[in-house]
């Protein structure tokens, strides 16, 4: 029996055994090694609830209301009916002020200032999750975010130096910091890196930072810069930095008095990279004048080859929000989600899985609670999260956190007291869910059932053969589903940003595999 043969033998007989224990709806409950391709449970979500205190805080005061107890708080029963968990304490005094879950559906982390540490959390597999182990950071850690399998942790740090970002393994049971990565630009005052993501392929990611070079005498809030620079990884191990590509930070027209020479309020949301591996979407909001929104979504182009410029801009004569945030995509790659932060509704961009603005949709849903700043997306594209937190200075509305229905952007049940008191901020992380996997993708690519079928059994095959040491017969049969999504994406049968995430994935699935 020749090589190929043996692959197609070994397939199809444990592909039998399996179908009847259908991967798609049994998630393991621990973590293996390629476990980051599998999907996790969309039913459940994490709310982050922070220990603040009255003092000035990121330059900016705090409302003087209660400390939270750093607790995170599952949020059960997506997407028909949410419901508060027991919560999960991470302890300390120190505000926690970011959490991401692992590709890996049994761990997390968490960054804390005073002191500087990042937490490693573990257990969330079996519902017993529980601070592992703690790691000192050189810097007061603002956002963070895992690479595609879990292996590394991106921090990005806050200072009064250059802006940077640490880069941490995730290999042992212990984290370790790898190597603190300059951004290349200095600040005076003050330097924050609001947001990091990997891309899918696991090679490069991208960080968004402000810059406060501000005259002596102005508040530091008024005059950022901001700037998105990716971290490439090199061949032999090193990393390069993008030139950084400046992002609009003032109005497009003059300022009017009495904001001469200030930025009249125009903030940059958190960005998101899409499926197609070169291109990213940031919202830019803010006002020129009462009445009058400044209010962007920009598309970033030039990440594949490490060259970032801006490809798009999309107005509100677009149909943008007058006030987008934060943003969110979809496992489809062709959808995401946009708080509105100060108008109370969200916007829902489609056709963003092709290739120009011609094919772009944007809706706009108002939502039951004001202000909202954080949407979040289940796997399975069910439920949609938005956090509703305390205004600045004020302490009405309480703190809320809803579910909606995905399709139609309507309320899953009553809006939620809590979990997350903190307020709005920077770019607060308070929420997440299990992040997408290739399964995921696989299912909302629009392939007929018999291929997604095929490649999934092919896929749980191919993780069970390299489990047992049998890599060669593991590298042919990941090898083969990369050959059939291009065949699909060749024939029309799946989008090419689809595809180019599921590529990506499997590309960082055979290289993990070694």
């Known amino acids: 029996m020749n090589g190929l043969n043996r692959i197609k033998w070994v397939g199809l007989s444990l592909a039998l055994v ?3 224990v259908s991967a798609a ?3 393991l409950a621990r973590a293996t090694e390629l476990h980051f391709l599998l999907p996790k449970s969309s039913g459940v979500a994490y709310g982050l609830d922070s220990a603040f205190d009255p003092t000035p805080f990121l330059g900016e005061l705090q409302p003087p ?3 939270g107890g750093n607790v995170l708080t599952p949020i059960h029963g997506l997407p028909d009916v949410p419901a508060l968990g027991e919560p999960i304490s991470l302890g300390g005094d120190g505000a926690v002020l970011a959490f991401s879950l692992s590709p890996d559906g049994d761990s997390a982390a968490a960054v804390r200032i005073r002191p500087n540490e990042l937490l490693i959390l573990r257990g969330f597999g079996d519902g017993q999750a529980v601070v592992e182990s703690t790691v000192a950071l050189d810097g007061q850690p603002l956002s963070l975010a895992f690479s595609p399998s879990g292996d590394h942790l991106a921090i990005g740090l806050q200072g009064m130096g250059e802006a940077s970002v640490a880069i941490v393994d995730m290999f042992a049971d212990t984290a370790e910091v790898r190597e603190i990565v300059g951004l290349g630009v200095s600040a005076v005052a003050l330097d924050a890196v609001e947001a990091v993501e990997f891309a899918m392929n696991g090679r490069s990611l991208l960080a968004q930072f402000s810059i406060h070079n501000a005259p002596a005498g102005t508040p530091a809030f008024f005059a950022p810069d901001v700037f998105l620079a990716q971290i490439r990884q090199q061949a032999g191990g090193g990393f390069a930095v993008s030139a950084p590509l400046p992002l609009p930070s003032q109005p497009v027209l003059p300022p009017k008095p009495p904001f001469d020479q200030l930025n009249t309020g125009v903030a940059l949301g958190d960005f998101v990279q899409l499926c197609d591996g070169d291109s990213a979407l940031v919202p830019v909001s803010g006002a020129l004048d009462i009445g009058q929104p400044d209010a962007r979504i920009i598309r970033v182009g030039g990440l594949a080859a490490g060259h970032l410029g801006v490809s798009q801009v999309l107005t509100v004569a677009d149909g943008v929000g007058i006030a987008p945030f934060q943003i ?3 496992a489809d790659c062709d959808t995401a989600f946009i708080s509105n932060a100060f108008s109370g509704d969200i916007t829902r961009i489609s056709g963003l899985a092709g290739s120009g603005s011609e094919n772009l949709t944007l809706e706009t849903f108002p939502l039951a609670s004001p202000f909202p700043a954080e949407p979040v997306i289940t796997p399975n594209q069910a439920s949609v999260l938005v956090h509703h937190p305390r205004v600045p200075l004020n302490q009405v509305p309480p703190a809320l956190v809803t579910a909606y229905h995905a399709g139609d952007l309507a309320p899953a049940g ?3 007291i809590g979990p997350v008191r903190a307020w709005l901020q920077a770019k607060d992380q308070t929420l997440a869910a299990n992040p997408v996997s290739f ?7 629009g392939l007929s059932w018999e291929m997604r079928w095929r490649i999934e059994n092919q896929l749980h095959v191919a993780i069970w053969l390299s489990q047992w040491r049998l890599q060669f017969y593991a590298h042919g049969l990941l090898s083969g589903i990369k050959r059939s999504l291009r065949s699909a994406a060749d024939k029309g049968r799946l989008s090419s940003a689809s595809a180019q995430a599921m590529l990506d994935l499997i590309d ?5 595999r070694h």
């Open 65 to 67: 209301y209660e400390a």
């Open 18 to 20: 399996l179908s009847s």
């Open 439 to 445: 399964v995921d993708i696989l299912h909302a690519s």
């Open 508 to 512: 960082v699935a055979i290289v993990k």
């Open 328 to 330: 969110a995509l979809a």
């Open 414 to 416: 009553e809006p939620m």
């Open 25 to 27: 709806s049994q998630p």
